[in-house]
């Protein structure tokens, strides 16, 4: 079973340029996550999509970043008009809906190795 | 607002040694509590995960002791090898499954 890919593994813009992240979650999985990753820190939530729908973008700047998850395909992570500041590595991660005791919940989220964007 | 507050930020131990790093959290709504394991350039592996429902869980060298009480968990690697050189996230999550970061804790175990 593959894990969660990513693509590209790295990806150079100029400033202004629009960078297009791809992430294919594990087989089965169907909630994607994306983090922002910068250079000696944490993990920083952005998005939690599942298919078609975003559930929780409270994470992403209200500019410039869109995420999608369509039905068919895998999940992009956009961003347009780069800046010097989007410099950083974008992971994301999937997740099965698991039922256990009587509850539902999301299960493990498993991350891919991640895009790093370098902005010039 | 940093919800799961790690520390030590980097930590040296030397092999054979145990290395404890330590998470507090805020959200009492937070019921799993994984640790992740990340090499340079590697997207973040599970390394370890509990719930609350317990006090300790064990798998191996590598032990979670969580404090419900006290909003606190720790790792702690026994007889730590220098193959465990990685940087270490904590991490905390409510049943959505908004999974908060800790800061991290670089390891590295000299031989």
């Known amino acids: 079973n593959a894990g969660v890919m990513q693509n590209p593994r790295h990806l150079v813009r100029r400033r202004g340029q629009e960078a297009r992240l791809r992430c294919s979650p594990m087989?089965?999985?169907?909630?994607v996550y994306w983090y922002r990753q910068l250079p000696e820190e944490g993990l920083k939530f952005m998005v939690y999509?599942?298919?078609?729908?975003?559930?929780?973008e409270s994470g992403m700047p209200k500019e410039r970043f869109s995420a999608e998850f369509p039905k068919e395909g895998p999940s992009i992570l956009r961003i347009q008009q780069v800046v010097r500041g989007d410099s950083a590595a974008y992971f994301c991660?999937?997740?099965?809906?698991?039922?256990?005791?009587?509850?539902?919940?999301?299960?493990?989220?498993?991350f891919g190795p991640g895009t790093r964007l370098t902005v010039l | 607002q940093q919800q799961v507050k790690q520390s030590p930020q980097s930590l040296i131990v030397q092999k054979g040694g145990i290395s404890i790093i330590n998470c507090a959290y805020e959200?009492?709504?937070?019921?799993?509590f994984p640790w992740y394991q990340q090499f340079p350039g590697k997207g973040p592996a599970l390394l370890i995960a509990?719930?609350?429902?317990?006090s300790e869980k064990k798998e191996g060298r590598f032990t979670i002791s969580f404090n419900k009480s006290a909003k606190q968990f720790s790792l702690h690697i026994m007889d730590s090898q220098p193959g465990d050189s990685a940087t270490y996230f904590c991490?905390?999550?409510?049943?959505?499954?908004?999974?908060?970061f800790g800061a991290g804790t670089r390891l590295t175990v000299k031989p």
């Open positions: 991660a999937s997740s099965l809906l698991a039922t256990s005791g009587g509850y539902t919940t999301r299960d493990t989220q498993y």
């Open positions: 087989k089965g999985h169907s909630h």
């Open positions: 999509l599942q298919k078609e729908n975003i559930i929780d």
């Open positions: 959200n009492t709504a937070f019921d799993y």
């Open positions: 509990i719930r609350p429902d317990v």
């Open positions: 991490a905390a999550s409510n049943y959505n499954n908004d999974m908060r």
